[in-house]
């Protein structure tokens, strides 16, 4: 596993799937995790865990990121509770699946705000505490939704523009911090199996064939590759699968 020397990570969406194994992962490797997530209970319940696996226990901060009141106490509690931080990463966003009925409004609105505004915000709460780190990423876990001409395929509108928007915010940033020691990153995932490290699927996953989904496990080792390059190097990674991914499995 990489060494990340006790670097100090902040993930949003932290309370299960993907946001859960990063930060399980990323404790392991020997960051300091800082939590984020709508649901305490649930965030409390992954820091149990790490608390277990590493004898640290994770900060656990609650934040709706829809909602601009909730990242702004958010950002403020984090900032108020450290001098610096290594590595945002951007992985909470709410998901929304395709039918034929009509999308509340405020569904739209979620799915929108959470994956496009609160990423924003959150992430230029956070750049002051970033740009004090010496190696500062921030990482944004799009999707191969959120890539152009990308298929629809099960996914709603709504939430094929909000990735599509995350993506922009993640591409804006690393224009907007050229010159300055700050990468911005970003992974686009397929569809994911949800796996926890300690599983034994977790375990089993380097095995799976071609034709097998990608997993958390996948997206967690291509973050670790990335934040792991040389500083000059930024990268967008699209991680693709036959089942789930860019393009649709061939039927014969
Ligand atoms: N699962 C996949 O197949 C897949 C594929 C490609 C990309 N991704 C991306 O990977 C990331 C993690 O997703 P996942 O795989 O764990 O599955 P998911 O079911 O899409 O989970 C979404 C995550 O975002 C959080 N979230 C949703 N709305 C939020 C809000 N308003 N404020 C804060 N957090 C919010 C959820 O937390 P709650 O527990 O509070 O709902 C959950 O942790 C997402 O960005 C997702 O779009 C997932």
Same mark, same amino acid.
């Given at each position: 596993?990489? #060494?990340?020397?006790?670097?100090?990570?902040?993930?949003?969406?932290?309370?299960?799937?993907?946001?859960?194994?990063?930060?399980?992962?990323?404790?392991?490797?020997?960051?300091?995790?800082?939590?984020?997530?709508?649901?305490?209970?649930?965030?409390?319940?992954?820091?149990?865990?790490?608390?277990?696996?590493?004898?640290?226990?994770?900060?656990?901060?609650?934040?709706?990121?829809?909602?601009?009141?909730?990242?702004?106490?958010?950002?403020?509690?984090?900032?108020?509770?450290?001098?610096?931080?290594?590595?945002?990463?951007?992985?909470?966003?709410?998901?929304? #699946?395709?039918?034929?009925?009509?999308?509340?409004?405020? #569904?739209?609105?979620?799915?929108?705000?959470?994956?496009?505004?609160?990423?924003?915000?959150?992430?230029?709460?956070?750049?002051?505490?970033?740009?004090?780190?010496?190696?500062?990423?921030?990482?944004?876990?799009?999707?191969?939704?959120?890539?152009?001409?990308?298929?629809?395929?099960?996914?709603?509108?709504?939430?094929?523009?909000?990735?599509?928007?995350?993506?922009?915010?993640?591409?804006?940033?690393?224009?907007?911090?050229?010159?300055?020691?700050?990468?911005?990153?970003?992974?686009?995932?397929?569809?994911?199996?949800?796996?926890?490290?300690? #599983?034994?699927?977790?375990?089993?996953?380097?095995?799976?064939?071609?034709?097998?989904?990608?997993?958390?496990?996948?997206?967690?080792?291509?973050?670790?590759?990335?934040?792991?390059?040389?500083?000059?190097?930024?990268?967008?990674?699209?991680?693709?699968?036959?089942?789930?991914?860019?393009?649709?499995?061939?039927?014969?």
């Amino acid at each position: 596993m990489v #060494e990340l020397d006790g670097r100090t990570v902040v993930i949003t969406g932290a309370g299960r799937g993907l946001g859960a194994a990063l930060a399980t992962s990323l404790a392991e490797t020997g960051c300091k995790i800082i939590l984020c997530g709508r649901s305490l209970v649930a965030l409390e319940k992954v820091a149990d865990g790490i608390a277990e696996a590493t004898g640290r226990r994770p900060v656990c901060i609650a934040v709706d990121l829809a909602e601009s009141a909730s990242v702004r106490g958010a950002v403020e509690a984090i900032v108020d509770a450290h001098e610096h931080i290594d590595l945002l990463i951007n992985n909470g966003a709410m998901w929304l #699946e395709a039918r034929d009925e009509p999308y509340p409004a405020e #569904e739209v609105l979620g799915v929108i705000n959470s994956a496009v505004t609160g990423t924003f915000l959150f992430s230029q709460g956070l750049l002051p505490l970033l740009r004090r780190s010496a190696n500062p990423d921030i990482v944004t876990i799009g999707s191969v939704s959120g890539l152009p001409n990308g298929l629809l395929d099960g996914v709603s509108v709504p939430f094929y523009a909000a990735k599509r928007g995350q993506a922009a915010i993640a591409e804006g940033l690393r224009q907007m911090l050229a010159g300055t020691p700050v990468r911005s990153i970003i992974l686009h995932p397929p569809d994911l199996d949800d796996i926890q490290p300690g #599983e034994l699927a977790w375990g089993e996953a380097p095995g799976r064939a071609k034709s097998a989904r990608a997993t958390n496990r996948d997206v967690v080792e291509a973050v670790l590759f990335a934040v792991t390059r040389p500083r000059n190097i930024s990268l967008s990674i699209v991680l693709d699968a036959d089942d789930g991914g860019v393009f649709p499995a061939q039927v014969s």
